[in-house]
């Protein structure tokens, strides 16, 4: 690894190859690779004293009828009558983030796309992996990029980020020299 650019990039040599690594996108893709792998099993943090929240009925309705895809992604959420729910648990990506905002993002997940289980499965733990990475402009410890460089580089599972985006473009030292008239 170089170093870092903008807050946002990891700049990293290869050989004879300049690596430009989105930290974001890298880190984004390999915990929703963790989610995958454990799918079904996500983390989560209870909560000592629940919330109740008093959601938005379409809201209320999209989330109860659905509990297997919230649970699946660390959601715990019962109803608690009327207009609200009881929210036990969240994933712990969401520490920090009122309940009532990540049942928000919760449901917006749940609306988005199709119905099908896998797909919205898959919606959520993109999700819960974007809230989790780190983002551009964190300060971030200078042996977390390195290993973040490192995955990009080497392993195979990360080459995208979830929404398809690449983790790396690379520039190569021909191609460096030729913008620079050094070579024609």
Do not use: W
Not at 5 to 29: N, Y
Not at 90 to 108: K, M, Q
């Amino acid at each position: 690894m170089v170093g870092e650019l903008f807050g946002v990039f990891i700049v990293a040599e290869r050989g004879e190859t300049l690596l430009l690594i989105d930290k974001h996108a890298v880190h984004e893709r390999i915990r929703y690779n963790e989610l995958c792998a454990g799918a079904g099993a996500a983390a989560r943090q209870s909560f000592l004293d629940p919330p109740v929240c008093a959601l938005d009925p379409e809201d209320k309705t999209l989330i109860l009828g659905d509990l297997a895809a919230a649970e699946a992604a660390g959601f715990e959420v019962a109803d608690f009558g009327g207009s609200s729910v009881i929210v036990r648990a969240l994933p712990p990506e969401y520490a920090g983030t009122a309940a009532e905002d990540a049942l928000t993002e919760l449901a917006a997940a749940l609306r988005a796309g199709t119905g099908d289980p896998v797909e919205k499965r898959d919606r959520l733990f993109k999700m819960v992996a974007c809230k989790s990475a780190i983002r551009g402009g964190d300060k971030n410890d200078l042996r977390e990029l390195e290993a973040l460089a490192r995955r990009a580089v080497f392993d195979p599972a990360v080459k995208t980020c979830p929404h398809g985006r690449p983790v790396a473009v690379a520039v190569t030292r021909a191609e460096l020299e030729k913008r620079f008239s050094r070579i024609v």
